[in-house]
């Protein structure tokens, strides 16, 4: 029992969400309220698509830092689309993630063909593309935005937000993708070892570059799930997303050096995040303090994490 | 800082005078002229203090990372450590009424704490100092927020503000402090062991540690070194501006890897320039400035400084990749003139 709790990958983020949720069912009966659950699950659902874009990336061993300024761009783009060129949603949508993987690709291309550090490029690029996005935009918002679009992100399925339901379907797909795919298993394999993978016969930088675009669409489908939330596209869209789109994975046992994703592990990571900034609230804790808290919560589960893994080793488990 | 480039020097310390610093040296000088030219406000007295005072701050936050980047690492935390002593400072003085002189020295400290932390976390878990430090940039922003529930500290002492815009012969006070800090790093890094261990371990690790140095040690001290010029680098804005922002620090990420990288720091560790980082910060501030002085929207700037940042990545690339082909040729001639080994 107690070795096969060591050995599950997602024990300590599971502990933490079973203890944490109980605390706040027993503490607040306003968790568990039809109402305060919609919310969380509107949450979830767009920072796990968040969390998703950072694992495309983390799966060949990379990092996406300019994911904030894409969705900011995309969502933006979205919202001009719709509002200014009159387009109808699913084709501003479709025209604004083909955007964010143009722009995610470019960060792919720059990283493999210069060979410049991809951590520069991608702080590089981020703050390229947030000042192309505030030259253009003018830091303008996009308020009027067709109704049947802002009903989205609203709709039901079955008493089920229709973005969670969007989100779990992007989720399913990117677990097909690393799971049943060739394509995921090469990405795979290029993030466990770029040198192997390139002896084995897989054009490792080609695979980097669909990382990277793959990143920046999912970036982009989180920025217009965000605005269909929100009813308006604004330049400060995304601007909060860095720091969970690294905790959902890392908190879930993704590994940051590549090779290893788990996209169930990213949604229960998403949804403790979720549920502690929702706790902070029903607590009535200033939400100032989110952020202090949501560092040590991230420095834990690493440490926790690394303490797990090297038991396993030690004890041969 | 820049090795002797004469014809016997290793081929590392060759290829590095032959780089960063000096390149963005010219940049300068090239840029400062056409702006002189194309806006004619560039050269007042009025402009000469605004550029020199956001030199005075950006150079100090520049030489915060790079005094880790030297050592291997990077440190996502200059500027929540930056905001977070600035708050404590402003609300020491204006909450509690301590004296400036006393509440600066107590800021400064705390900066070398929260740096120090970083420098422990990276050494005890083993984790890489990216992960560490998002972390703990989220932290300490949080802590910055949580005591000042984001409103800034307006009420300072006349003295500590009077000391921000104090000038000696037009040169301000706050710049001259920038330069004894770039003195003192320099005296730390060419005079002292603990700054030649610093580079060694940046440059190699392991070879370090076979060497002698405490590696452990030495990486919390880095850590230490750039959260205590983090914090100078609050203070310094803090006392400009007058104010006590929580905001201090929130957009100093990027100028804080350009002006290095800019300026020939590798990014790879065991080399830094300090003349290369203030030319570096000098480059950005300039940048910035023109833009203004040449009436362009200023919403361009960060397009144009992460423009920049690829350009300084992809200038580093090529010195490192020089630096290789030259120690390849170097083992190449020496294999041929040495008796071949055995096995």
């Known amino acids: 029992m107690w070795h096969g709790l060591v050995r599950w990958d997602l024990a300590s983020v599971a502990l933490a969400l079973v203890v944490i949720c109980g605390v706040l069912s027993f503490a607040v009966p306003a968790f568990h309220s039809a109402y305060n659950l919609r919310a969380l699950s509107f949450t979830v659902a767009v920072t796990g698509v968040v969390a998703l874009a950072q694992v495309a990336v983390l799966s060949v061993g990379q990092f996406n830092l300019a994911l904030t300024a894409i969705g900011a761009m995309a969502g933006l783009a979205a919202g001009w689309l719709m ?52 030259g ?171 303490g797990r893994q090297s038991y396993v080793l030690r004890n041969h488990l | 800082m820049t090795a002797p480039a004469s014809p016997g020097a290793p081929p590392r310390a060759r290829v590095r005078s032959s780089g960063g610093p000096r390149g963005a040296g010219i940049a300068v000088v090239v840029l400062a002229v056409a702006l002189s030219v194309a806006a004619p406000q560039f050269l007042s007295v009025d402009n000469f203090q605004v550029i020199a005072y956001s030199v005075a701050n950006l150079a100090v936050v520049a030489f915060a990372q790079m005094v880790v980047l030297a050592a291997g690492g990077m440190d996502l935390s200059v500027g929540a450590i930056g905001g977070l002593t600035a708050v404590i400072v402003g609300g020491l003085m204006e909450v509690l009424h301590v004296p400036p002189l006393i509440a600066v020295l107590v800021g400064l400290a705390l900066g070398g704490v929260a740096g120090a932390i970083n420098g422990v976390l990276v050494v005890r878990t083993g984790l890489s100092a990216f992960i560490v430090t998002l972390a703990t940039a989220s932290v300490y922003t949080g802590l910055n927020l949580g005591i000042t529930s984001g409103k800034p500290f307006y009420y300072l002492p006349d003295s500590f503000k009077s000391a921000g815009s104090l000038d000696i012969a037009g040169v301000p006070v706050l710049l001259l402090v920038t330069l004894a800090i770039a003195v003192a790093l320099w005296f730390l890094f060419s005079r002292v062991g603990l700054g030649r261990q610093i580079l060694a371990m940046g440059a190699n690790q392991r070879a370090a540690e076979l060497a002698g140095v405490p590696v452990e040690r030495s990486r919390i001290v880095v850590h230490a070194i750039a959260g205590f010029l983090a914090a100078a680098a609050g203070i310094i804005l803090t006392a400009r501006l007058g104010v006590a922002q929580p905001t201090i620090g929130t957009d100093w990420l990027l100028s804080s890897f350009a002006a290095p990288i800019i300026g020939g720091t590798l990014l790879s560790g065991g080399y830094l320039s300090i003349p290369g980082v203030v030319a570096g910060a000098l480059l950005l501030t300039l940048v910035a400035n023109g833009l203004i002085q040449l009436n362009i929207d200023p919403y361009w700037t960060q397009l144009v400084s992460g423009l920049m940042i690829l350009a300084a990545g992809g200038i580093d690339r090529i010195r490192a990749l020089t630096v290789q082909r030259m120690e390849r040729t170097e083992r190449f001639a020496l294999a041929n003139t040495a008796p071949p080994k055995d096995g």
């Not at chain 1, 993987?101 to 390229?128: D, E, K, M, Y």
């Not at chain 1, 084995?200 to 695979?207: C, E, K, L, P």
């Open chain 1, 83 to 134: 509002q200014v060129a009159g387009l109808q949603w699913p084709l501003a949508s479709a025209l604004a993630i083909a955007f964010g993987c143009i722009a995610g690709g470019v960060q792919g291309i720059v990283i493999v063909r210069t060979g410049i550090n991809p951590f520069i490029v991608s702080l590089a690029l981020a703050a390229a593309y947030f000042g192309a996005m505030l």
């Open chain 1, 136 to 306: 253009l935009s003018r830091g303008t918002s996009y308020n009027q935005l067709p109704s049947s679009f802002v009903a989205l992100g609203r709709a039901t399925v079955f008493g089920v937000p229709l973005l969670l339901v969007v989100s779990l379907v992007v989720a399913i797909a990117v677990v097909v993708l690393f799971q049943r795919t060739v394509s995921g298993r090469r990405l795979l394999a290029t993030g466990a070892n770029a040198r192997t993978a390139m002896m084995s016969g897989v054009a490792t930088n080609r695979m980097i570059v669909a990382a990277h675009v793959l990143s920046g669409g999912l970036s982009a489908v989180a920025a217009i799930m965000l605005v269909a939330r929100l009813g308006s596209a604004q330049p400060s869209l995304g601007s909060e997303w860095l720091l969970p789109s690294f905790a959902a994975p890392v908190l879930g046992g993704t590994l940051l050096t590549g090779g290893r994703v788990l996209v169930a592990g990213t949604y229960l990571g998403a949804l403790l995040l979720a549920v502690i900034a929702n706790g902070l609230v029903l607590f009535g804790v200033s939400a100032y303090w989110y952020q202090t808290l949501l560092g040590i919560i991230l420095l834990i589960a690493l440490a926790v994490e690394r």
